[in-house]
């Protein structure tokens, strides 16, 4: 009885002292938050297979956002830093590494790229292949985690820095921390000026503009909800909610310049990091363990489209499938193209009406 006394006070004290240096080790601060609702996977949102149909074109690790160029291409980045140019799988072609990590797109007038790049900042990759960078801080503070854009009419990008707290190799530790420290800045190229639009976003992520510039969309990660930012007309300067309690985690966020707002969910909600969205002290041990382990396994490709009401009108999805994780959705020639963070293709897929 003794020796077993022994051994239970050892252990317990071995799992003290582990506890604690996962205390001071972590380095997560959580807040704490009570997640929204999660709609379930059932009426309109029901489990289906019709992402099945998409072919896959296989380019390297990690090909997040897909964008059309104005030579007709489709250009994306991989997790190495490198941006590619393609067709198909027969034809592509390396366009140029920016040495960081890139990730949402989009060409200018002047032909372009200009690259969210989760490293470096925000980028205006030339034709020949240079690079500028545009805006690598704002208000002095670093960019840590620049993820997605979008550009107006008038030539104004807007982007988002998706944390000030942890960058794209350790965004996990966001989810744990729940400090909603993400933004949207508004950069105009002709001024030069970097203007700060919105901040306190848990994990600011997909950003879109609606018809005629009139609103702005932003996909807040954490809470699944997305944000809507009136920009003109009767309602400029106020701010809603274009849809919430999504049975997915939004990520990219893209518009089809006519009545359709795609939304790309590459993990579904109420898994483990929301169940322990009140208890934070069990999410500061949790911030001591490798970021790997806490990826949360899923095979599950998810992606809607929304009305310029926010209501549902398409729901695409795969299970177990070859796409998972899907990050980006962009509609092109009736064809949507989807991007992925954790995968080494992309898919093509041929829409119905």
Do not use: C
């Not at 944000?227 to 990520?251: I, M, Q, T, Y």
């Amino acid at each position: 009885m003794k020796k077993l006394f022994q051994a239970v006070a050892a252990t317990a004290l071995l799992a003290a002292i582990l506890a604690t240096a996962a205390w001071f080790l972590s380095p997560v601060r959580p807040a704490d938050w009570a997640p929204d609702p999660v709609t379930p996977l059932e009426g309109p949102y029901a489990e289906n297979q019709r992402l099945s149909r998409a072919a896959i074109i296989n380019l390297g690790l990690g090909p997040e956002d897909v964008e059309r160029g104005p030579d007709g291409r489709f250009y994306t980045g991989l997790l190495d830093g490198r941006i590619l140019s393609f067709t198909s799988t027969e034809d592509i072609r390396e366009f140029v590494n920016t040495g960081g990590r890139p990730l949402g797109m989009a060409f200018d007038t002047a032909g372009q790229l200009i690259v969210a790049d989760a490293d470096r900042g925000l980028l205006a990759i030339a034709p020949d292949g240079t690079i500028n960078v545009l805006v690598d801080a704002n208000d002095d503070d670093t960019l840590r985690f620049t993820d997605d854009l979008v550009i107006d009419g008038d030539g104004v990008i807007w982007f988002t820095n998706a944390s000030q707290r942890f960058g794209v190799h350790r965004y996990m530790y966001d989810f744990l921390e729940a400090s909603r420290t993400g933004e949207v800045i508004r950069f105009d190229p002709v001024t030069g000026e970097t203007t700060r639009f919105a901040d306190g976003l848990f994990f600011a992520n997909g950003i879109a503009l609606g018809p005629d510039d009139n609103f702005l969309l932003v996909n807040e990660t954490g809470t699944g909800v997305i944000h809507r930012f009136w920009l003109r007309g009767d309602r400029e300067g106020e701010r809603d909610v274009f849809a919430s309690e999504l049975p997915g985690h939004p990520d990219n966020l893209s518009f089809n310049g006519r009545d359709t707002f795609w939304v790309a969910m590459p993990v579904l909600r109420g898994g483990p990091l929301e169940q322990l969205g009140e208890k934070p002290w069990l999410r500061r041990l949790l911030g001591a363990l490798p970021q790997a382990w806490l990826v949360p396994p899923d095979r599950h490709a998810f992606v809607i489209g929304l009305s310029l009401e926010g209501e549902l009108v398409h729901n695409l999805q795969w299970t177990e499938g070859t796409l998972h994780s899907i990050t980006s959705v962009n509609e092109y020639d009736g064809e949507l193209f989807l991007g992925t963070i954790a995968d080494d293709h992309v898919g093509r897929y041929q829409l119905t009406r």
